[in-house]
């Protein structure tokens, strides 16, 4: 059920929407911005994954297209390092709000 390629999804309208909804959101949420290129920095790439979620009866409940960094690209001790995600555990969030409570 899912495109096969980028290509692909470029000719089904479907696609076409929650790629452009997935482009919208990096921007609102401003996960990543567009810079020019730097002749001394390698440049890691991105990659569009595309999956189709089904109700239990086999019907579509929604598609689902996310843009991705290629993250396998990198090279240990070159740029393995680099990477930064401001991602919290529950759990960390959850004794930051107890410590608070307590003072």
């Known amino acids: ?5 980028f290509e692909a999804t470029l000719k089904q309208e ?3 929407k929650y790629m452009n909804e997935e482009i919208k959101m990096i921007e609102k949420k401003e996960t990543w911005e567009l ?3 730097s002749e001394d920095k390698d440049i890691i790439g991105v990659k569009w994954v595309y999956k189709t979620k089904l109700n239990l009866d086999g019907s579509i ?5 996310r843009l991705l960094a290629k993250g396998y690209s990198q090279q240990h001790g070159v740029n393995y390092n680099e990477t930064f995600s401001p991602v919290a555990h529950l ?3 959850r004794a930051l709000v107890s410590l608070a409570i307590q003072m």
């Open 35 to 37: 810079v020019d290129r």
């Open 91 to 93: 759990d960390t969030i």
């Open 61 to 65: 409940q929604k598609h689902k297209a």
């Open 1 to 5: 059920m899912e495109p096969e390629s």
């Open 14 to 16: 479907v696609w076409r």
